[in-house]
């Protein structure tokens, strides 16, 4: 008889840039709870469209056959909040679900996330508030990066941050039992407090605690050229190389330079114009979230000031 396949029954939806890569790590190492080596497989959310993601159903599956009966088989796929089908494609999937949903000070997500697309060279605008100007060309199609894989949806800062309408499917498609939400701010400042939270949501021993180690950082790339190089190199390029180097010798070298192209360091602070702009562009959304989910939110993201904390510490 055919033994049925292992299905996930827990999904961290995102956002991007909202800690969602240090909880996937903490909550991988708990021996409860079972998570694929494949971050981000996007299986759901079937109008966000990438190459990358795994929409055949036998292989999605797949990636959780080395589960060995763990309660919590979970997966984390950031663009799931954005997308306006995810929440009820793995209501139908899953309706049992448990869903974790991360969320940052808008202002601070977009700019940060904005980062992480050059530091990976798919955002070629630098000027984080000419990106902003580019999006209604994006829109119809210009200006668009040429080294592009991720979501086109993703280079619109000013809407991947409306938090609330994406909150909203995911409490109406599952109820609030059945979501559970964190705020960045209190992950921060309380990490194993948060973590404790979310492995009682989840039904699995809180005591449990791993070493917290900040996971993603703040990055940048110190040649584009020699990233390209590793990332996006043309296939005659690629066949060469196979020719000039060792199969024993690829894979330690590939490594070994893109460590080497990678630095961490504090992004300079946002300007205040930009800023004052998006905290206009943001302030009902945040404001209609915070009633919804029972926070100050005009307190928390609206009326504080920047600090000038290591940026790589927020990153996680």
């Known amino acids: 008889m055919k033994r049925e396949k292992t299905r996930p029954n827990f999904f961290i939806v995102g956002a991007p840039k909202c800690g969602t890569t ?9 021996p409860e709870i079972f998570f694929p080596q494949v971050k981000e497989p996007h299986h759901f959310g079937s109008d966000i469209h990438s190459p990358l993601y ?3 159903r036998e292989a999605y599956l797949d990636l959780f056959a080395e589960s060995s009966g763990e309660p919590v088989v979970g997966e984390a796929s950031v663009w799931y ?7 009820m494609e793995i209501r139908e999937f899953s309706p049992d679900a448990k869903i974790l949903i991360m969320l940052r000070n808008p202002v601070e997500m977009v700019y940060s ?3 992480q697309r050059l530091a990976w060279g798919n955002e070629e605008i630098r000027d ?33 941050a409306r938090y609330s ?7 109406d498609a599952f109820g609030g039992r059945q979501v559970h939400i964190v705020l960045f701010d209190d992950f921060r400042s309380d990490t194993a407090g948060v973590y404790r939270e979310v492995l009682q949501f989840l039904g699995v021993d809180p005591d449990y605690q791993p070493e917290f180690v900040v996971e993603n950082p703040n990055r940048s790339r110190r040649s584009m050229f020699l990233h390209n190089l590793l990332y996006h190199a043309p296939p005659g390029l690629i066949a060469a190389g196979k020719l000039v180097v060792p199969p024993p010798l690829r894979k330690g070298l590939w490594n070994f330079l893109a460590r080497a192209n990678t630095s961490y360091r504090c992004r300079p602070q946002m300007s205040g114009e930009v800023r004052a702009r998006l905290v206009a562009n943001y302030r009902e959304d945040i404001l ?14 609206l009326s504080s000031e920047p600090s000038s904390r290591d940026v790589r510490k927020e990153e996680g």
């Open 288 to 301: 209609r979230l915070g009633e919804m989910i029972g926070r100050d939110l005009e307190t928390k993201w």
């Open 54 to 56: 795994v929409r055949d």
């Open 81 to 87: 909040l954005y997308s306006e089908k995810a929440a």
């Open 165 to 171: 309408q994406q909150v909203e499917r995911y409490l």
């Open 22 to 30: 240090s909880m996937y790590t903490y909550l991988g190492s708990h």
């Open 113 to 115: 996330y904005h980062s």
């Open 128 to 160: 984080f508030s000419e990106a902003l100007d580019a999006e209604p060309d994006r829109r119809n199609g210009l200006r668009l990066p040429r080294k592009n894989p991720y979501p086109v949806a993703g280079l619109y800062y000013s809407e991947i």
